[in-house]
C-alpha cells in the first residue's frame, strides 16, 4: 500500500500535464475495457490521475499500478494479483473438511488477497473455538504454481477439546458473583447445558460481548467509577477457567434530574420517567428515560425532538446529576406516507393499519401503535416507521414505513405420526394474505388410524377495509375413543369488532366477536361396556349454538412467540333448534415472557392455563344434568396433562372413561434455543390439570401433575415435537412415562 502511495504522489508530480488518450498495459485476465471504467475520459487533469490510480487499485485485482507516460498518452502499467488455484484444508479430523472449506471461501473473488487469507485463518481459529478447541491453531501457506496462479493450503492443529468449567470474578465486595454470571452470555460446563444451549465453550467475540455486559451491569447498579478487565483465560487441571478482575468503587444514587432547553405545552417531561433522586444510579434507566421523554414531544408533533442526558458525577456526595437537554424543534403534520418493501401486500392492507394518516399532527404514539399492528398481522419480518424531513417545509414531514415481508402461506403434504392419533395421512393449504389482501384461507385434510379430520375455513380480519373481521368454516370430524367413535359434520360462522374503536383506547387489544355453530353428531362403535352416558349417547343428534367471546391479544409473534399474552373469555350457549341445551363457560390464559439473552434467542417463560365449566338441564326429568359426550373433555396427551396417556384422565366407570363436563389444565414452560437458526428449541415443563364430571365439586386439591422435557423443531416438512412426561399422580394403569410425538401435524 505504502508504494501505491509513493508512486502515486511521483506520477502527480511528473505528469502536471494534461493527456489526450490513456492505454492499460500488463493485465492478462482483466478485461482493458473494464480497467478503463475507472478513468475519466481524456483530456486528464493532475487530480483526475491521482483518483484513477486509487480506483484502479481498489479493485483489488492488482497487486501495483504504475503510471507511464509516452507521448501525449497515459499508460497504466498493471500487476495483476495471482489467481488462487485451489484451496486445501489439512490436519483436521474432529471438524469436516466441508464445513472448514466453507468457512475458508474466497467467494466469487479468487483474486489473492493476503490479508483476507489471514482474516480467513483467524476465523478459522474462532471456529474452532466456539466447538471448545481452545487450543486450535490455523497455519495458512500460499505456493505458486505457474500461469500467476497460486494454491492456498491451511494447516490446522485441533488439539484437545477443553471445557469451561469456572468462570471466576476478583474483587467482589458488594456484587453477587452469581447476577453477573446470570447476565453474561458464556457459562460454565455443564452436562445437560451443553447438550440444550452449548455452554462450556470460550468464545472471543462472546468474551468482548461479556465485557461490555459486565461493565453494562455496574453502570446499571450505580457503580458508575467501576471497572471491568478483560477475560483472561486460565488452563488448568480440570479445564479452562475464565477470570475477570473488577473494580467495583463506591455505589453512586441519582441526585438531582432536571431538564434544560424546551418544555412540554402541557405537562412535566419527567413524570412517569424511571430515575429517581436518592435511588440507585441506573444507566440502562437512563438512556430508557431519554426516549420516553423524546416520546412525549412526538406525542405533541415534535418528530424530531433531541433529548441529550448529561450527567455530573458528583465523587463526595456519591451522586450523580442529570440533565436532560431538550431541543424540541418545530411540530410537524404527516405530508406522504411512502410505503415500500411489500411486493405481494397492496399499499392499502399496509395503510389501514396505520394509526396516523396523512395531513394528521405527527404522533409517536400513534407512529409506535402502527408499527405494533402491522407486526400482529404475520404478513412481515421487519417494520420500521420513521419521520423523514422534507427540504425546505420546516412544519411537515413524510413518514416512512419499510416492511420486509415473510412468508405467509404454506402447502405441505405428507405421511406424520403421532403418539396420540396414530399413523397421519396429511395436506395442507394455508395462506394468511391471500392474494396480498389481508385475507386468509385453510385447507386442511387429515386422515389417521385415530383420527380424521377435513377443514375449509376462509376469513377476511379487515372486511371491505373496515375493522370488522368475518370467517366461515365446513368441517368433518372422526374421533376413535376406546369405547366409542364421534363423527361430527358441522360448520359456523364468525364475526368479530374491536373493541378500543367503540370505546377508547382502554379496551385496545380487546375484541369482541360472535360464532354461529350448526353440527350433527353420530356416536357409533360403543362397546358393551362403555360407561351408562355413553351407552345414553349412541345414535345420531344435532347441535345449534352461539358463542360470544371476548379477546385480548398482546402476543409480539402469532408464528414465534416470544412476549406478550393472550386472554379468552367465552360462554356457548346451545339450545337454539338441536336436540342439545347446555352452557360451556370459558376462560384461557396464554403468556410469553422473555426471561434473558441466550445466544441467537432466549429463555422464554411460558403459561398456558384453560379452565371450563359446562351446565345443562336435567335432559329426562329425573333430577340428572346431562352434558352432551361431544362436547366433554379427555385430558391426558401432548396437549393437555404430558404424562399421562392421551385422554386417559377424568370420570371414569371402571375402565371407561366418559370424560368431564369441568375441566382444568395448566402447562408451564421454560423454552430455551438449542439451534435458533434452523428453528430448533428445547423445553421443560410442569403440567397441572384434570377433568371432573356434572355432580363432582371441582377441588383443585386432586388436580393430577407433571412434568418432563422436550424438544420441538420447526422443520421444513412441518413442526415436529418429541416430549418426555412423568406423571407425578400416578393411577393403576399409568406408566411410568409418557413419550409423545408428533410430525406432520400442527401442534
Given at each position: 500500500m505504502r508504494i501505491v502511495f509513493i508512486i502515486l504522489i511521483i506520477a502527480t508530480a511528473v505528469f502536471a500535464e494534461r493527456f489526450d488518450s490513456v492505454s492499460v498495459v500488463g493485465n492478462s485476465r482483466i478485461d482493458t475495457e473494464a480497467i478503463l471504467l475507472q478513468v475519466k475520459k481524456p483530456p486528464l487533469s493532475d487530480s483526475d490521475i491521482k483518483e484513477a490510480v486509487k480506483a484502479i487499485y481498489q479493485t483489488g485485482f492488482f497487486d501495483t499500478v504504475v503510471v507511464e507516460r509516452k507521448g501525449s498518452t497515459l499508460i497504466f502499467n498493471v500487476t495483476e494479483k495471482p489467481l488462487v488455484r485451489k484451496i486445501y484444508v489439512e490436519g483436521n479430523s474432529e471438524v469436516s473438511t466441508g464445513d472448514l472449506t466453507s468457512i475458508f471461501s474466497f467467494g466469487s473473488n479468487r483474486f489473492l488477497d493476503r490479508y483476507k487469507v489471514d482474516t480467513l485463518r483467524k476465523n478459522g481459529v474462532t471456529f474452532y473455538q466456539q466447538k471448545g478447541f481452545y487450543d486450535a491453531k490455523v497455519a495458512a501457506s500460499i505456493v505458486p504454481v505457474g500461469d500467476n496462479q497460486v494454491d492456498v493450503t491451511f494447516k490446522v492443529t485441533e488439539g484437545d477439546k477443553i471445557k469451561l468449567r469456572k468462570i471466576e470474578f476478583r474483587g467482589l465486595s458488594q456484587i453477587d458473583p452469581e447476577d453477573l454470571y446470570d447476565a453474561m452470555q458464556t457459562k460454565e460446563y455443564s452436562w445437560w447445558k451443553s447438550w440444550a444451549i452449548g455452554t462450556g465453550r470460550v468464545n472471543k467475540k462472546l468474551l468482548e460481548a461479556d465485557q461490555a455486559i459486565l461493565r453494562q451491569y455496574l453502570l446499571d447498579n450505580g457503580f458508575v467509577e467501576g471497572s471491568v478487565s478483560d477475560g483472561i483465560v486460565e488452563k488448568r487441571d480440570d479445564g479452562l477457567a475464565l477470570i475477570f478482575d473488577i473494580t467495583e468503587g463506591e455505589?453512586?444514587?441519582?441526585?438531582?434530574?432536571?431538564?434544560?432547553?424546551?418544555?412540554?405545552?402541557s405537562g412535566d417531561p419527567l413524570d412517569g420517567i424511571e430515575l429517581v433522586e436518592g435511588e440507585t444510579f441506573n444507566a440502562s434507566k437512563l438512556r430508557a428515560d431519554s426516549f420516553k421523554i423524546a416520546e412525549k414531544f412526538g406525542d405533541e408533533g415534535y418528530a424530531f425532538a433531541n433529548v441529550i442526558p448529561n450527567t455530573a458525577i458528583n465523587s463526595s456526595l456519591?451522586?450523580?446529576?442529570?440533565?436532560?437537554?431538550?431541543?424540541?424543534?418545530?411540530?410537524?403534520?404527516?405530508?406522504?406516507?411512502?410505503?415500500?418493501?411489500?411486493?405481494?401486500?397492496y399499499d392499502h392492507v399496509v395503510r389501514r393499519e396505520m394509526e396516523i394518516q396523512e395531513t394528521e399532527n405527527y404522533s409517536g404514539s400513534k407512529v409506535r401503535r402502527s408499527k405494533e399492528l402491522l407486526t400482529r398481522t404475520g404478513y412481515f419480518n421487519d417494520?420500521?416507521?420513521?419521520?423523514?424531513?422534507?427540504?425546505?417545509?420546516?412544519?411537515?414531514?413524510?413518514?416512512?414505513?419499510?416492511?420486509?415481508?415473510?412468508?405467509?402461506?404454506t402447502?405441505?403434504?405428507?405421511?406424520?405420526?403421532?403418539?396420540?392419533?396414530?399413523?397421519?395421512?396429511?395436506?395442507?393449504?394455508?395462506?394468511?394474505?391471500?392474494?396480498?389482501?389481508?385475507?386468509?384461507?385453510?385447507?386442511?385434510?387429515?386422515?389417521?388410524?385415530?383420527?380424521?379430520?377435513f377443514l375449509a375455513r376462509v376469513r377476511d380480519r379487515r372486511f371491505l377495509?373496515?375493522?370488522?373481521?368475518?370467517?366461515?368454516?365446513?368441517?368433518?370430524?372422526?374421533?376413535?375413543?376406546?369405547?366409542?367413535?364421534?363423527h361430527t359434520t358441522g360448520g359456523g360462522v364468525s364475526a368479530g369488532y374491536p373493541l378500543d374503536r367503540v370505546l377508547g383506547e382502554v379496551f385496545e387489544d380487546i375484541d369482541f366477536s360472535v360464532r354461529y355453530d350448526y353440527a350433527g353428531i353420530d356416536i357409533d362403535d360403543v362397546d358393551d361396556t362403555a360407561a351408562p352416558l355413553i351407552q345414553d349417547s349412541k345414535g345420531k343428534s344435532k347441535a345449534s349454538s352461539v358463542t360470544p367471546t371476548l379477546t385480548r391479544n398482546t402476543i409480539n409473534n402469532p408464528l414465534n412467540p416470544t412476549e406478550g399474552s393472550q386472554q379468552v373469555l367465552a360462554y356457548e350457549q346451545a339450545g337454539l333448534g338441536g336436540d342439545y341445551d347446555f352452557g360451556l363457560f370459558t376462560v384461557r390464559n396464554v403468556l410469553y415472557h422473555p426471561l434473558f439473552k441466550l445466544g441467537a434467542g432466549s429463555l422464554v417463560f411460558s403459561n398456558r392455563t384453560r379452565f371450563d365449566y359446562g351446565v345443562a338441564p336435567d335432559k329426562y326429568g329425573e333430577g340428572e344434568d346431562f352434558f352432551p359426550l361431544y362436547k366433554r373433555f379427555f385430558p391426558g396427551g401432548i396437549n393437555s396433562v404430558r404424562g399421562y396417556e392421551s385422554r386417559s384422565m377424568g370420570p371414569k366407570v371402571g375402565d371407561s372413561e366418559y370424560g368431564g363436563s369441568k375441566h382444568f389444565v395448566n402447562n408451564t414452560e421454560l423454552i430455551f434455543p438449542l439451534a435458533e437458526s434452523a428453528g430448533i428449541r428445547g423445553l421443560i415443563f410442569f403440567d397441572i390439570g384434570d377433568a371432573f364430571d356434572d355432580n363432582q365439586s371441582m377441588d383443585f386439591g386432586d388436580l393430577r401433575k407433571a412434568y418432563g422435557t422436550g424438544i420441538r423443531w420447526s422443520s421444513p416438512l412441518g413442526p415436529i415435537r418429541l416430549e418426555f412426561g412423568f406423571p407425578m399422580d400416578k393411577e393403576e394403569g399409568d406408566s411410568n412415562m409418557q413419550t409423545m410425538f408428533t410430525f406432520g401435524a400442527p401442534f
Open positions: 455505589r453512586f444514587n441519582v441526585g438531582n434530574v432536571n431538564t434544560s432547553g424546551d418544555s412540554l405545552t456519591k451522586t450523580v446529576d442529570v440533565t436532560f437537554n431538550i431541543a424540541k424543534g418545530k411540530p410537524v403534520s404527516v405530508d406522504k406516507i411512502n410505503i415500500s418493501g411489500n411486493k405481494k401486500t417494520v420500521t416507521i420513521s419521520p423523514e424531513a422534507i427540504p425546505g417545509v420546516d412544519n411537515k414531514a413524510n413518514l416512512n414505513v419499510v416492511v420486509q415481508e415473510g412468508q405467509t402461506g402447502f405441505s403434504a405428507g405421511v406424520g405420526y403421532s403418539s396420540a392419533d396414530g399413523l397421519l395421512f396429511n395436506a395442507r393449504v394455508t395462506e394468511n394474505n391471500l392474494f396480498g389482501q389481508g385475507r386468509s384461507i385453510d385447507l386442511n385434510a387429515d386422515i389417521g388410524t385415530e383420527a380424521n379430520n377495509d373496515t375493522y370488522w373481521a368475518l370467517g366461515i368454516e365446513g368441517y368433518r370430524t372422526t374421533r376413535r375413543f376406546d369405547d366409542f367413535d364421534r
